[in-house]
């Protein structure tokens, strides 16, 4: 392949990554949602929502996550200068309700209902919480409907802040298992050098792995980027925490109209390919880094059910073991003791042990509440034998 073909090629990658996606973040900074003034920019606005419209009706999830707040809401309380900790925090109060609304406005003539989800740092680093979200997301995103993130500055001190939206944007790509975040900067991707200083700095269309160099570069490059609390560091940590989990990251131009579109057809972007792939990391994650809290005993045909590719049903189930809580590992075995594999209760222990051996239809009648018909979900499962 000469070097134009091999150009060529990395100039299509984002636009490839984009059209292939299934479930997208798309990440929104204040720079690019409200002017210098803090105005809120209403056509850009009502673009970008053409632009998500158009690729749920291609069959892709889209979740947003949004900037704004802080710079809405000083407008309207009339602060100026540097903002105490107790300034932004109101600011933030002030300004959410309003940047929901815009949001909502935007979306209403196609008719698409806005979600708001506020989080923290512990709401991911929480495990019980972060199944909740996760839920929470799913059904939002079953009913049709816009989650709308953002961080919830009003109570976040500095210990639980994510710092940025940009980590913010790849911690929720992580909860909602997308395959692709995008990040809206007020320039076209990563360079070699800052564009703004050096002529000769060249664009980069495509990192197929963030190596210590990319990082060390990032943190002298594109200095001027922004007028949040981003910058290209902050998107290329963020692309790394995603691609950690298997979801690839662009950072694309956002400040003229219908960004994503242009993103979807081949505009200047640069693609950071995943370092792993997303099943791959998850079903890693869950075997090697979860210590298992109780242990499930299951009859032959849930072992076979397991291995064609099923959800473990409490109607397979012998035995429960040990105390754990939902969204805790427990190991799987087989009625003679071999280790099938390990698996993230979608129950209490106390709650396995009271629907064990019964049929999904009859959990509600058991437990006196609704609760999905799996005590593992077949996403939540690392078989630990061939199939």
């Known amino acids: 392949m000469t070097s134009l073909e091999h150009q060529n090629r990395a100039s299509g990658a984002a636009a490839s990554a984009a059209r292939a996606a299934k479930r997208m973040v798309v990440k929104v900074g204040s720079a690019i949602l409200c002017g210098d003034d803090g105005a809120l920019r209403t056509r850009w606005l009502a673009s970008l929502a053409d632009d998500v419209v158009a690729a749920r009706k291609k069959g892709c999830d889209v979740v947003v996550v949004t900037s704004g707040a802080i710079a809405l809401g000083r407008k309207r309380l009339g602060l100026s200068g540097v903002l105490r900790l107790d300034e932004k925090q ?7 309700a309003a940047l929901a609304q815009a949001w909502q406005a935007a979306f209403e003539p196609h008719g698409v209902a806005i979600a708001q989800i506020l989080l923290t740092l512990d709401d991911t680093e929480n495990r019980r919480r972060y199944l909740n979200a996760r839920a929470t997301f799913k059904t939002l995103l079953d009913l049709g409907a816009l989650p709308l993130v953002n961080e919830n500055d009003t109570i976040a001190t500095s210990e639980i802040r994510y710092g940025d939206n940009d980590r913010l944007a790849a911690h929720a790509a992580q909860i909602i298992e997308s395959d692709l975040l995008v990040i809206l900067s007020d320039i076209d991707g990563l360079y070699s050098a800052d564009p703004r200083k050096d002529a000769t700095a060249a664009h980069i269309p495509f990192v197929p792995a963030i190596t210590p160099e990319i990082e ?70 869950i075997a090697g880094r979860l210590k298992p809290l109780g242990q ?3 009859d032959e045909g ?41 698996g993230l209760s979608a129950y209490d222990s106390s709650e396995a042990i009271r629907i064990a051996g019964v049929k999904s239809d009859q959990i509600e009648a058991l437990l006196g509440y609704r609760r999905r018909p799996a005590l593992v979900e077949k996403d939540d499962l690392f078989l630990r034998i061939e199939r």
């Open 302 to 342: 849930a072992v076979r059910a397991l291995l064609g590719g099923a959800s473990l049903l409490p109607a397979g189930v012998q035995k429960i073991a040990g105390e754990f809580s939902r969204g805790d590992a427990v190991e799987i075995v087989s009625a003679d003791g071999k280790l099938i594999g390990q």
């Open 90 to 96: 109101a600011a933030s109060a002030a300004g959410q």
């Open 216 to 285: 060390s570069a990032a943190g002298g490059v594109n200095l001027l980027a922004g007028v949040g609390s981003g910058g290209m560091a902050s998107k290329i940590a963020a692309a790394k925490i995603a691609g950690s989990f298997g979801c690839a990251s662009i950072i694309a131009p956002g400040l003229a109209d219908h960004p994503l579109r242009a993103v979807i057809e081949g505009g200047k972007a640069t693609l950071f390919a995943p370092s792993a792939t997303r099943e791959g990391a998850r079903r890693q994650w």
């Open 296 to 298: 499930i005993t299951i």
